[in-house]
C-alpha cells in the first residue's frame, strides 16, 4: 500500500513536469519575445516558483538546528544556493524587458545634417599583440566608412616595427613614456593629446585584436542624435571558436560563452537604462568623457565603471544590437580564465569603491542595482558550482544528508521550477540555454573567479594587470594539467564514493530514504559534467578559421586550361578549398574571389572534385582578404543552440575516429 501511495505521487509530481513541458510547446506559438508585457508574465512566473522552491527547501528539507555536522553541511549548502537563486530572480528582473535601438538608428542615420559629419577618433589600444593580430585592425579601421576619421594606435610596447606598419598604413602611432593605469592610463594618454590638438566629437574603442566592420562608425553615430547619450555600446562577435567550442569541438553548434549576454542581456539592461560599456566596441561622446577628466582607474574594468561615472553625471549608456565588430574570442583556457577573473575583480574593486552599490554618489537605484545584480553573479554562480559537486560527497563517505527530501516532491518543487526555467528561458533567448554545458563553462573557471571574487571584496587593489593573450602558435594538443587536477580530484572522490554507496552500502552510515535516489541522480550528472570539464581541459590544435565562411563561386584558373566556375567551401588568409573539378596537387594558377580580386594560387591536394588551394597574395591582395572576412557580413559564428548537432559533435569529441 505505501508503495502505491508513494507511486501515485510520483505520476502526480511528474504530471506537473508534463504540463510545462506542454506549455514549452505551445507558447512559442503565442509569446512574442519582444511584447514586454509577456516578457514580464514568464518572469513573473519563474519568480514566483523560484520563491515556491525557497519555502519548500527552508521548511521541508533542512537538518534540524543543532551542533551537528548534518546541520552544518545542510544550512551552509542552502545558504550558497539562495545566493545562487538571488541572482538568477535578479537576472529573470532584468529579462522582463527588452529594447532594440536599430529602428532608432534608421531614423536618426544623418542627424547632424546639413552640417558636416562628426570628427571622429579611433583609437586602437594595445600591448603586445601580435603583428598578424594587429595587422587585421589596422587595415580594418582605416577601411571604416566615414568622412572624418582618424586612426590612432596606442602601444604600450613601444615597438618600432608597429610604428613603421602605421606609417605605412597612414594610422597614427602614439606611445607614453610608462604603463601607468593600464589600458584606461593608455586611452587616458591619447585623450589629453587630442585635447591638446583640437578634440574629436566622438571616439571609439577598439581593443587590438578587434576589426570594425565598414559600417561601425555610421550605424553607431546614428544613437548620438539624443543629447544625453554618453556612450553608444555594441555586441563583440568572435571570428573564431572560444575554448570550449574548441576543445569540445562544438564551433558548429554551440554559441560562443559571450552571445547570451550580447545578444540578450545587453538588450534587456538597456531598457531598464543600464546598459553598460564594455570597452572595445564602443564610440563615446568626447564631451561626456571630458566632463569626467577620462576613463576611471580606481578598476580593472574601467569600461563599466565608465559608464556609472557617466550616469553618476547624467550621461546615458546605449545598446545598439547589431554586428558591427569582430574579435578574437580567447584562444587558451588559461587566458580564457585570466579574462574572467579580471573582469570579477574589476566589478569587486568597483562595488567596493566610490560608486559601489551602498556608498554615498549620484548614482540612482537602477544604477545601484546594477551593481549589485553583478557582484551577485560573480560571487554566487561559480561558488554553487563548485558547491554542488563538493556536498553530495558528505553522503556518500560521512553519512550527512545535506537535502532531506524525497522523490516526488524534489519532481514538484525543483523539477517544475527547473523544466520552467528551461521553456521560459528558450522563450526570451531562444537557443540560449543547455544546461550541462552552461555548467561545464561556469565549472571550469570556477575556482580562479571564486578567488578572484572574495579576494576582490576583501583586498581589492594591490593585484596585478592581467593582459590577455592573444594569437601566438596554438597548433598543438596541450593538456592543462594544473587547471583539470581539481577535477582529476574530485571524480576519483565521486567514483569512489559513489562505489562505496553502493557496494558497501554500512558506510554509507546514516539511512536517508528517499534522500538516497536524490544523492544518487545529483552525483551521476555531477559525473557527467566534471568528465566533460575534464575533456575541456585539452586543448585540441586550432584549424585557421572564419567562422562565418559560406560556399561562394569563384573562378579558378589552372596552367593552360580555360578559366573554370567553382565553388569556395572554406577560405582563410592562406587556403582556399574548391569544389567542382578534379585539380591534380602541384598545378598552379589564379583564382578570382569576389570583393577581393585575382591572387595566385597551388593546389597542394586534390580528391575527386575537391581540391585545397595554397594563396601567395601580394601585399594589396592580403589587405583585401582581411577587408572581405572582417569588414563586412553578417555575424561570424553561431548564434543559437543546434541540439542534433551539439550531441553528435560531442559523441565524436568523446569517442573521435581514428584519424582525427
Known amino acids: ?80 544556493e539562495i545566493g545562487a537563486l538571488a541572482s538568477s530572480i535578479s537576472a529573470a528582473i532584468l529579462m522582463s524587458r527588452i529594447r532594440e535601438r536599430s529602428p532608432e538608428a534608421d531614423a536618426h542615420a544623418e542627424w547632424w545634417a546639413p552640417g558636416p559629419a562628426p570628427k571622429v577618433a579611433v583609437l586602437i589600444a594595445t600591448y603586445n599583440e601580435d603583428r598578424e593580430v594587429l595587422e587585421r585592425s589596422i587595415v580594418g579601421a582605416m577601411a571604416l566608412d566615414w568622412p572624418d576619421v582618424e586612426v590612432l594606435v596606442l602601444d604600450d610596447g613601444r615597438r618600432d616595427w608597429l610604428g613603421a606598419f602605421c606609417t605605412l598604413h597612414g594610422a597614427r602611432h602614439v606611445t607614453r613614456p610608462d604603463n601607468k593605469g593600464a589600458k584606461a592610463g593608455n586611452i587616458n594618454h591619447a585623450l589629453d593629446l587630442l585635447a591638446g590638438e583640437g578634440p574629436p566629437d566622438f571616439f571609439a574603442v577598439l581593443d587590438a585584436d578587434f576589426v570594425p566592420h565598414r559600417n561601425f562608425l555610421r550605424r553607431s553615430l546614428a544613437l548620438f542624435h539624443d543629447p544625453a547619450t554618453g556612450i553608444v555600446q555594441t555586441p563583440q562577435h568572435f571570428f573564431n571558436p572560444d575554448p570550449i567550442q574548441n576543445n569540445l569541438r562544438l564551433e558548429e553548434s554551440y554559441p560562443d560563452e559571450q552571445r547570451f549576454f550580447f545578444d540578450h542581456m545587453q538588450p534587456c539592461r538597456d531598457a531598464w537604462g543600464i546598459a553598460i560599456c564594455c570597452g572595445t566596441s564602443s564610440v563615446a561622446r568626447w564631451q561626456a568623457v571630458a566632463e569626467l577628466g577620462g576613463f576611471p582607474t580606481e578598476s580593472v574594468t574601467e569600461d563599466f565603471m565608465l559608464s556609472l561615472a557617466l550616469r553618476e553625471r547624467g550621461w546615458e549608456t546605449h545598446y545598439l544590437q547589431e554586428p558591427l565588430t569582430e574579435g578574437l574570442a580567447p584562444e587558451g583556457l588559461k587566458e580564457y580564465i585570466t579574462q574572467r577573473a579580471r573582469w570579477c575583480l574589476g566589478l569587486m574593486q568597483i562595488a567596493r569603491g566610490r560608486l559601489g552599490p551602498f556608498a554615498p554618489s549620484g548614482l540612482g537605484f537602477r544604477d545601484r542595482w546594477s551593481v549589485c545584480d553583478s557582484v551577485l553573479y560573480w560571487t554566487t554562480t561559480f561558488t554553487f558550482r563548485l558547491a554542488a559537486f563538493v556536498y553530495p560527497l558528505f553522503y556518500w563517505y560521512f553519512g550527512v544528508i545535506v537535502v532531506d527530501a524525497n522523490v516526488p516532491d524534489v519532481l514538484s518543487y525543483f523539477g517544475v521550477y527547473f523544466a520552467w526555467t528551461i521553456v521560459s528561458f528558450n522563450l526570451l533567448a531562444p537557443g540560449m540555454l543547455l544546461p550541462l554545458l552552461k555548467d561545464v563553462s561556469q565549472n571550469l573557471g570556477a575556482v580562479e573567479v571564486s578567488r578572484a571574487a572574495f579576494g576582490g571584496l576583501l583586498r581589492p587593489h594591490g593585484r596585478p594587470f592581467s593582459v590577455t593573450a592573444k594569437g601566438g602558435d596554438r597548433s598543438r594538443r596541450i593538456v592543462q594539467w594544473r587547471l583539470m587536477a581539481p577535477f582529476l580530484v574530485l571524480l576519483v572522490l565521486t567514483v569512489a564514493g559513489l562505489a562505496i554507496g553502493i557496494v558497501f552500502d554500512e558506510f554509507a552510515r546514516t539511512d536517508a530514504g528517499e534522500g538516497k535516489a536524490v544523492i544518487l541522480f545529483w552525483t ?137
Open 1 to 80: 500500500m505505501p508503495q502505491i501511495v508513494w507511486l501515485s505521487e510520483v505520476q502526480s509530481s511528474a504530471l506537473q513536469i508534463v504540463i510545462v513541458v506542454g506549455l514549452g510547446l505551445v507558447l512559442p506559438m503565442v509569446v512574442n519575445r519582444f511584447d514586454n508585457r509577456h516578457r514580464l508574465a514568464l518572469s513573473l512566473v519563474g519568480i514566483a516558483l523560484a520563491l515556491r522552491y525557497v519555502w519548500w527547501r527552508a521548511t521541508e528539507t533542512l537538518a534540524p538546528a543543532g551542533l551537528t555536522l548534518d546541520c552544518l553541511m545542510s544550512w551552509s549548502f542552502f545558504a550558497i
Open 524 to 660: 551521476i550528472y555531477n559525473l557527467i559534467v566534471v568528465s566533460l570539464v575534464i575533456l575541456a581541459c585539452i586543448e585540441l590544435p586550432r584549424r585557421e578559421i572564419h567562422v562565418a565562411d559560406r560556399p561562394e563561386p569563384a573562378i579558378f584558373r589552372a596552367g593552360s586550361e580555360p578559366p573554370r566556375r567553382v565553388w569556395i567551401s572554406s577560405l582563410t588568409g592562406s587556403t582556399a578549398q574548391i569544389r567542382g573539378r578534379h585539380y591534380e596537387a602541384g598545378m598552379q594558377g589564379v583564382i578570382r574571389i569576389p570583393r577581393v580580386g585575382d591572387i595566385d594560387a597551388t593546389v597542394i591536394a586534390g580528391r575527386g572534385e575537391w581540391a585545397e588551394l595554397l594563396l601567395s597574395p601580394e601585399a594589396e591582395m592580403r589587405e583585401a582578404l582581411l577587408r572581405r572576412f572582417y569588414t563586412e557580413g553578417a555575424a561570424p559564428g553561431i548564434g543559437r543552440i543546434d541540439l542534433a548537432t551539439v550531441l553528435g559533435d560531442l559523441a565524436r569529441r568523446i569517442a573521435p575516429h581514428r584519424h582525427e
